[in-house]
């Protein structure tokens, strides 16, 4: 089959999971849908912020900040001076152009619209291809259980940096919580699904939570690809490595492997970690080995189609 003609899904979170969902883009084009996580979405000011699904939008649109991994590139940061001036303590960074973003989806929800729609009119106009869904529309928040307390998620990731010892993590909300109609449907036409190198708790987990999809998906015996977030026993960035070590096992490509193990037929490995192969194999997985530190746009174009070919879609 060729990615003329075949459908994509990739699972994301923001970082890890934009880089990936990049270099698909650029093979797949319209044929790429991305389902995204919403649990660390939060609301300041009034405004309803969606981190991830931030991420990838401007990581697709070839505006997103290179450095920060969040927000758009050449931002600027003079509304937050002024809620400074006004006494506020801005702890999440949100620069100007980002805001409009925010105002924007904040002030069409308040309309009705449907985080699913409002999602498709922000990416539709930034000019992009892919389809960028919500795993749902309904409100899903993560919540990290701490030696310093109870936390959501934004609190303990930004403002507390990650710093307090994990004990559980939980989605609030997430019994109620159900599968778009539109995720429905594009995973009911997927020829592959494509887990990306995303933070596995706080990214995937959250995804895969809703309605049960990880279940579905085992039912629906389509190829599933995992990339491993983690390289030579660390992250690329981000807490996921802390948060294997709090909650699992020691960090390692292998700890995510068994993270997963009963969901994925296909597991990509750095190939730093290639003496881990067989020991993946052994929980049943296909091993592709590569390089997938994606440090260019053409790394992530590379690695993708690597995958792509390795799965006969190109
Ligand atoms: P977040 O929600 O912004 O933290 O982003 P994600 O959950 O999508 O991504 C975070 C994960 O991406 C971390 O665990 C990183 O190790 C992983 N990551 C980031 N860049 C790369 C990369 O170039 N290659 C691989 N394999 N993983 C990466």
Known sequence: MSTETCHIVALAGGVGGAKLADGLYHHCGERLTIIGNVADDLELWGLRICPDLDTVM?????????TTGWGVKDDTFAMLDMLAAYGESPWFKLGDKD????????HWLRQGMRLTEITQRLTGALGIEAT???VTDDDVRTIVHTDEGVLDFQTYFVARRCEPVLQ?????GIERATLTPEVKSALKEADIV???PSNPFVSIDPILAVE???ARLWAQAVPIVAVSPIIGGEAVKGPAAKMFRELEQEPSALAVAHHYA???????LDERDADQRDAIEALGMHVIVTDTLMQTRE????????????MEYV
Do not use: K
């Not at 401007?58 to 290179?66: K, R, W």
């Not at 559980?168 to 609030?172: A, C, D, V």
């Open 58 to 66: 401007y990581t697709l649109a070839g505006v997103a900040n290179p």
């Open 99 to 106: 805001t409009a973003t925010h105002i924007l989806r904040s």
């Open 168 to 172: 559980s993590i939980m989605f609030r």
């Open 299 to 310: 790394d992530r174009q590379r690695l993708a189609q690597q995958i792509l070919e390795r």
């Open 212 to 214: 049960n999809l990880r």
């Open 194 to 196: 494509i887990i990306c």
């Open 132 to 134: 960028l869904l919500p």
């Open 262 to 268: 009963g969901l994925v037929s296909h597991f990509v």
